[in-house]
């Protein structure tokens, strides 16, 4: 009885040394040394579950489609033959950009780049866009960008290159409000000429407004943050590094859709698939042929805002059935299925790649992009390469 007393309590013993010795740190898979452990090295592995959404965006569930014309090619011009492709997931805006979003771009701008006043005229969109040989639209040039009564309306003349410039500023500033909110930052609405952007920050060149109480600790051994001869860590001079991509904190790069992106977006189809089956291909952000409600209560209202024919921008007076001669607010009409208002008419709206009419002949099939490098052909005198 007393032997295996005794065998009893080596055994105890055992298991005891055995849980004594697990770590308390998560372990690598792949070699079993620590996470987060400032004793070997202190390779840091963040806590994340999913990705934070920007302000303004709706998740886009990928999948594949037939991308290009879906009605009969009529003037032949046979430059938009479909083909089946594959988008990933990704965010797009609910709405189109508004004037007051673009307003709020150029104030930022003039505000920030006191100095380089040229930077604020490259923002400002092209208001004579509306200006017509023929046709009085002065009141558009000269309010339709600034008055309240536009605010909420999309903005126009804006090129390629400055929505591009506009989704660069808008990655920034998310970035910045998130480390604000974090703690990594602080409150530093000075940033005359060296403002923050995302690229300067990440590569440690940003260093006004950091807040010393904010920072994420460093768990590197050689920062001076651990005190090998007693094995802890050294709280009072605990070092601390900048936040990093790896950390889950910063938001990627806002960009514009590819053309395969946004037409997919516009669709919809994820409210006209039963399983795997597209029960009916759709021409617009909605099903069937036409462009006016079905349903008894909106019998004959437009779905969006077409012009109609020739010479009918808004429909007849005591009967506005688009309600817009020229634009209308972002938040007119229903939505598609995944939530994104006016994906038809409008306004036109701009893509990530170039229009290249024999694209279709060799596009990749799973996230097609045509490219937007832009490239002019010199000649000699000649007239050849």
Excluded at 132 to 146: M, P, S
Aim: net charge negative.
């Amino acid at each position: 009885m007393r032997n295996n007393f005794t065998s009893l309590l080596c055994i105890l013993s055992i298991f005891c040394l055995i849980f004594s010795c697990k770590s308390e740190y998560e372990q690598s898979s792949i070699t079993g040394w620590d996470y987060n452990n400032p004793k070997n090295g202190g390779f840091q592995k963040s806590s994340f579950t999913d990705q934070e959404t920007g302000p303004g965006l709706i998740m886009i569930e990928g999948g594949t489609f037939t991308m290009g014309k879906v009605e009969q090619d009529v003037t032949y011009e046979n430059h938009n033959i479909p083909r089946r492709v594959s988008v990933s997931s990704f965010y797009l805006d609910e709405t189109e950009i508004s004037n007051y979003h673009w307003c709020e771009y150029m104030y930022w701008i003039s505000r920030t780049y006191t100095d380089y006043p040229m930077i604020y005229k490259k923002s400002l969109p092209d208001t004579l866009s509306w200006r017509e040989k023929l046709g009085f639209n002065e009141k558009y040039v000269e309010y339709y960008l600034r008055h309240p009564a536009y605010r909420d309306y999309p903005v126009v003349g804006v090129s390629w290159k400055q929505a591009s410039e506009f989704c660069r500023w808008r990655t920034d500033r998310v970035n910045e409000y998130i480390l604000i909110r974090e703690g990594v930052l602080l409150m530093n609405p000075n940033q005359q000429n060296e403002p923050f952007t995302t690229d300067a920050y990440l590569a440690g060149q940003y260093q006004q407004g950091l807040n010393p109480q904010g920072q994420i600790a460093n768990l590197d051994p050689s920062k001076g943050g651990y005190d090998p001869s007693t094995g802890k860590l050294k709280v009072k001079n605990l070092a601390t590094r900048d936040v990093k991509m790896e950390d889950g904190i910063i938001l990627p790069r806002y960009r514009l859709p590819t053309e395969a992106e946004w037409e997919f977006a516009a669709y919809g189809l994820i409210g006209n698939t039963v399983d795997e089956r597209i029960i009916e291909k759709r021409v617009y952000p909605w099903d069937g042929h036409w462009v006016r409600n079905p349903q008894e209560n909106f019998q004959g209202d437009m779905l969006a805002n077409f012009v109609r024919g020739r010479g009918d921008y808004m429909g007849v007076s005591g009967h506005l059935n688009d309600n817009a001669d020229i634009t209308a607010p972002v938040y007119s009409y229903w939505p598609n299925d995944y939530g994104l208002y006016n994906m038809a008419g409008n306004v036109s709206e701009w893509v990530l790649d170039v229009y290249r009419p024999l694209t279709s002949q060799d596009a990749n099939e799973f996230r097609p992009f045509r490219g937007n490098v832009f490239k002019t052909k010199v000649l000699n005198a000649s007239g050849s390469n």
